[in-house]
Every structure is written in C-alpha cells, then in structure tokens.
C-alpha cells in the first residue's frame, strides 16, 4: 500500500535559516505528491503540489520537487521566519483519490 | 475560497455518552467529504469516505457502529462518536473535496475530542 515517510521534528531553527524537511514515499503507480501546512489553532491548507516527476511545487517561498527516482519530495525554504512556525505534512494522493499523510513534522522558527 | 467549517473545535465528555461533529462546506457543494484521525504524534488517518445521499465508505478497522457518518446534504457532514470511550480521545478532521480535480482539498480546522 501507500506510505509517507517524513522526518520527525520538531525542526527548531533561528529567522532566516534554511530549511530542509525530509519526505520519502512508497506507492503505487504515479501519485500526486503534496505539503500541507497547519498553523496553531487552524486546519490544514495546501501548501504546494507537484503531478508528475521532476515537477516542482512552490509557494510562499517553500519548494519542492517530485524526484522518482529517489521516491521523495523534500520541502525547502531559504530563510524561515518566525511566522512560518506551524506543522507540515507531506501526502500522497493515489489513483483512487484518498490521501496518505505523513505523521507531520513541526517547525519551530524563533526570533 | 473554498471554506469548511468544523466544529465543534474541542470537546470533553463523559465515557458512554455520544458526541456529534459537524462538518460544513460555507461556499460550495461538497459531494465528497472524508472523515480523518490522528492520534499524538502519528499520521492523519482516513476513517470514512462520505458522499452525500448514500451510505459512507468506512476503511479498514474502523467501526462502523461506533463512528456514524451522516451526510444528508450537499454542505453538511456529520461524524457521531457513539458510547465514547477513552481510547476514542483524538483529533478528528474533514475535508472536503472543492472542485473536479484531485487537488482541490479543503480541510475543516480539527476537533479534539478528550473522553474522561
């Protein structure tokens, strides 16, 4: 079946760091892979997507590209800020339209 | 956008007693909504699949008689807990799909249910 494998966090870094969270997955076929964001207190949003290999999703300055080859979807993003503190979850979206998520990792950014 | 409403947003009751959570589409017809679960550091779990006017799809594992999903409308979703117990303490999720493509995936802002 379908898994999502994401690094546990927390991720804790200073304003203006990098920011690398690991996502690998297992699934059948040629999933859609996604980032979703959920902020204290709020559900989760879609934070970007990718449909096919070698595509790369962005917004709000994260980026990250589908790689077949190394089945992953790593999220980055050049320079955090404190507002970007929030729990991000990878996912998998199968021909069948169901989402398999990851566990979530959350993102500590401090001043 | 595409807005669900869930609510309620925290809830505590009673081992034995039933607890209702409402899910809302604001602005659109949802004709799908997906009931989900997480448990303290773990993934977001699909329990049940719900179209509007039919039975839902539950997943594997999931209980049937114990977690009711009502989806009577195209705006409204409910998931009934029924004779909670404390192991059924979690945090529920739906969402609702917004549009003819796969992608367009709203998410309702989680309700945290605590069994005593």
């Known amino acids: 079946g379908n898994s999502v494998t994401q690094m546990e966090g927390p991720v804790t870094l200073s304003e203006e760091a990098f920011l690398t969270i690991n996502c690998t997955y297992t699934a059948t076929g040629y999933p859609s892979l996604f980032w979703y964001v959920q902020y204290p207190g709020e559900g989760l949003q879609l934070l970007l997507k990718a449909t096919k290999a070698d595509d790369k999703g962005s917004n709000k300055g994260f980026e990250a590209t589908y790689r077949k080859e190394t089945t992953s979807f790593h999220l980055e993003k050049g320079s955090v800020q404190v507002s970007d503190s929030a729990v991000y979850f990878c996912a998998l979206r199968s021909e069948y339209s169901t989402l398999t998520f990851g566990k979530g990792t959350m993102l500590l950014v401090s001043p | ?116």
Request: hydrophobic share 35%.
């Open chain 2, 1 to 116: 956008g595409a807005v669900v409403s869930q609510h309620p947003s925290w809830v505590i009751c009673k081992s034995g007693t039933s607890v209702k959570i409402e899910c809302r589409s604001l602005d659109f017809q949802a004709t799908t909504m997906f009931w989900y679960r997480q448990f303290p550091k773990q993934s977001l779990m699909l329990m049940a699949t719900s179209n509007e006017g039919s039975k839902a799809t539950y997943e594997q594992g999931v209980e049937k008689d114990k977690f009711l999903i009502n989806h009577a409308s195209l705006t409204l979703s409910t998931l009934t807990v029924t004779s909670a117990h404390p192991e059924d303490s979690s945090f529920y999720i739906c969402s609702a799909r917004t549009g003819a493509t796969n992608y367009g995936y709203t998410f309702g802002s989680g309700t945290r249910l605590t069994v005593v």
